[in-house]
């Protein structure tokens, strides 16, 4: 057990106010937050004097260890989360994808992502389960893995991967239904992987064989009209739901507008499409293209990555994830000759805080608190684990940043964390540096330096209803009840 920690001098920001407090720490919680506490002998004191005391981050979209297209992403559970307190992040929602088509149980996947991650996460985590097929089993199975014994609240659904993780808008809408039965979110990968396919196909017989052809592959109207249908279909199942990686104004508009109807939608941006745009794919040199690949595409339109931090600053969007899902520059060259190939993923871990506090603080777009919410604070209501975890105060899970928002460094391969021989955000220099975190009481990076133990992160149940998503939906389901015109 660590010994209690105080952290004098420092500004607390919370999600709703920032204001001069000293924090205590013992085992592993905040117990105390007020204007001045004084050290005793035993307590480790960190002086916070022109620092920012933040809630630990909460990436709540991860690829740790994930296999895909015949290849595993190249950061695992230990150098994921390492990367991630790195970069002031304590804890991941990472998603475990059971080979459901083939048979294999929600409950079996769910197992074997818990025992590649619990023995080396260095955070806390949590898992989201994908369904890839519905299945005679399948609402059965969705029961079992939503009690607190395994504490999964929300579920993914891929409209992309034709043949591989792709549902079919009915598989979707059944899932839900049975999402919104059982209180648990959808969380919803937004593109039509039919039309994709189709695309793809045209590009190759035309000889478009390089990372251009992925961008041209996946128009942007592509993700809006997934975005929209998503959205439509979840109203129809009366489900909330989640768009994940929100990559395009015209996916952030379906989102903007289904709410404006009153359905209960929450959009995420990603850390790469808040700071880069798709210029990347049509770079001379192959490998540099390759690197960018994701679905969907980083935004041809370059005032895209602003206009997310708006929609962010103004409550449009919702959280801030990063999709880090890492492949090394020997597995992108699998797509050599053919762009479909590629395995599709980018990095973001360790570099989201920075990036956003560059993109949204930095730049004057959004304000501390709001920087608070959509790094930590609405992850941990969507998730129901507020205000254990994404809040600095008594009772809360000492999961904190010691943030430096004048220091400045510049992101590179040569200095990140992650198990990766390339980094997207190589040479950008991001004001907000996450100079000592906290996980569970425990410092886990200072002076640039790792202090992490393999396995010492715990696995955080996420329990189905959470009030932040679910609240109404009492109601919302008494209002869709069919009418029935009693006639003689
Ligand atoms: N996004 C991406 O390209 N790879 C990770 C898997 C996914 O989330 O789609
Ligand atoms: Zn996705
Ligand atoms: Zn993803």
């Not at 740790?64 to 297209?69: A, D």
């Not at 260095?122 to 519905?134: F, K, N, P, R």
């Not at 396919?197 to 041209?216: I, R, Y």
């Not at 745009?277 to 960018?292: F, I, K, T, V």
Request: with cysteine; hydrophobic share 40%; net charge negative.
């Amino acid at each position: 057990m660590s010994p209690p920690l105080v952290i004098k001098n420092g500004t607390v920001v919370n999600e709703d106010g920032m204001f001069k407090a000293d924090v205590l720490v013992k085992n592993g919680i905040i117990v105390e937050v007020s204007p001045n506490i004084t050290p005793l002998p035993e307590m480790e004191l960190i002086d916070a004097t022109d620092r920012l005391v933040i809630p630990g981050g909460i990436d709540p979209h991860t690829h740790m260890q994930m296999p895909y297209m015949g290849e595993v992403t190249k950061d695992d559970f230990l150098k994921g989360t390492e990367a991630a307190v790195a970069g002031g992040t304590t804890m991941i929602i990472d998603f475990c994808c059971p080979d459901h088509r083939n048979g294999e149980s929600l409950m079996a996947g769910y197992a074997r992502w818990r025992s590649w991650a619990d023995p080396k996460v260095c955070c806390d985590y949590g898992l989201s389960v994908a369904i890839t097929q519905w299945r005679p089993e399948t609402a059965e199975q969705m029961a079992v893995i939503t009690s607190p014994e395994f504490g999964v609240n929300s579920f993914k659904f891929y409209m992309a991967y034709e043949g591989t993780l792709m549902v079919k808008d009915d598989e979707m809408y059944r899932a839900m239904q049975e999402c919104a039965k059982l209180r648990a979110l959808a969380r919803v990968h937004a593109e039509n992987g039919s039309v994709i396919k189709e695309k793809e196909q045209d590009l190759l017989a035309k000889g478009v064989t390089g990372p251009e052809g992925h961008t041209q592959s996946r128009p942007e109207e592509i993700e809006a009209e997934a975005t929209n249908r998503a959205c439509v279909l979840a109203a129809q199942a009366n489900c909330p739901v989640y768009i994940v990686h929100v990559m395009t104004k015209g996916a952030a508009a379906a989102i903007s507008y289904h709410r404006s109807l009153g359905s209960i939608v929450f959009g995420e941006p990603i850390a790469a499409g808040l700071a880069l745009d798709g210029s990347h794919y049509y770079d001379e040199d192959w490998l540099h293209a390759a690197r960018y690949v994701m679905s969907p595409p980083l935004s041809r339109d370059p005032t895209t990555p602003e206009l997310l931090m708006k929609l962010l600053a103004a409550g449009e969007l919702h959280l801030t994830g990063t999709d880090n899902c890492t492949y090394d520059c020997r597995q992108k060259s699998l797509g050599k000759g053919n762009f479909t190939k590629i395995p599709n993923g980018i990095n973001g871990v360790e570099d989201r805080m920075s990036v956003v506090w560059e993109k949204g603080v930095h730049s004057g777009i959004i304000d501390p608190m709001r920087y608070v919410s959509i790094t930590s604070a609405t992850a941990a209501k969507i998730f129901n684990i507020y205000p254990k975890k994404g809040r600095i105060a008594v009772g809360s899970d000492a999961d904190i940043v010691i943030f430096n928002p004048k220091a400045y460094r510049t992101i590179s391969k040569d200095t990140h964390h992650h198990n990766l021989d390339f980094n997207i955000f190589e040479g950008i220099k991001c004001h907000g540096v996450a100079e000592i975190t906290i996980s569970r009481g425990r410092i886990v990076w200072a002076d640039g330096k790792l202090q992490t133990v393999p396995g010492s992160g715990k696995f955080v149940p996420l329990l189905a209803n959470s009030p932040f998503v679910f609240s109404t939906q009492e109601i919302r389901e008494k209002k869709a009840e069919p009418r029935i015109v009693e006639r003689l």
